[in-house]
């Protein structure tokens, strides 16, 4: 199995964008350094790749949280915030925006290479599960993508079930690896999600079709 390889590419990967928001770039960044560390024994190119990721998602976020103070400090966060009423796909909104995207092409490769490990005959318990999973989560993520770029009222309750729908097939799959590293950031990325969902301001103004 490569699966801490392929989590350090895929945190790697996804804490670049991340980056716009400090307090998920840097501890994903953090994950993803330590995961691609330890992907190195699997795979040294997804290893190699994973850790140049995240060292470059780490400096975007920790240079963003610097600038952010900055503001802060300054006072010009605070008159920005008034001046400005948020709406349309952008501040934070963009993250999960991004992330769909990659979920959806991530999924539908994962869909094509389960099936050719399955067609060959050489498929084990976990390549069957994540051929089952992966239409289920490409689907919702196409889907989700779908409402949001129509900007109708129901995008922030599909993206939610989307989010928790990954959450429970990450934990059916550690329960077949055997390894449970990734449930931590996934539940806690979740959980994070959906109270933005739930509260934005942005996705209040947005999502009224």
Do not use: H
């Amino acid at each position: 199995m490569k699966s801490k390889a392929i989590a350090g590419l895929v945190l790697g990967i996804l804490s670049i964008p991340s980056a716009i928001l400090p307090l998920i770039g840097i501890p994903m960044g953090i994950l993803g350094v330590v995961y691609s560390i330890k992907g190195k024994r699997q795979s040294e190119g997804m290893g190699v790749a994973g850790l140049i990721c995240s060292i470059i998602g780490l400096i975007f976020s920790v240079l963003n949280a610097i600038w952010g103070v900055y503001l802060a400090a300054t006072g010009q966060f605070v008159i920005w915030l008034k001046m400005k009423k948020p709406k349309g796909i952008g501040g934070w909104l963009i993250l999960p925006t991004i992330g769909l995207f990659i979920a959806a092409i991530v999924w539908v490769f994962v869909f094509i290479i389960s099936g050719l490990f399955f067609l060959s005959g050489e498929a084990e318990v976990y390549d069957l599960m994540m051929l089952l999973m992966a239409p289920v989560l490409a689907g919702l993520s196409i889907f989700s993508l779908f409402l949001e770029f129509k900007k109708k009222k129901e995008f922030p309750k599909w993206i939610i079930v989307t989010l928790w729908v990954g959450v429970v097939s990450t934990i059916l799959l550690s329960i077949v690896d055997g390894d449970y590293s990734d449930n931590f950031s996934v539940i806690t990325g979740s959980i994070i999600w959906t109270w933005y969902f739930s509260v934005s301001k942005r996705v209040k103004n947005t999502f009224i079709n």
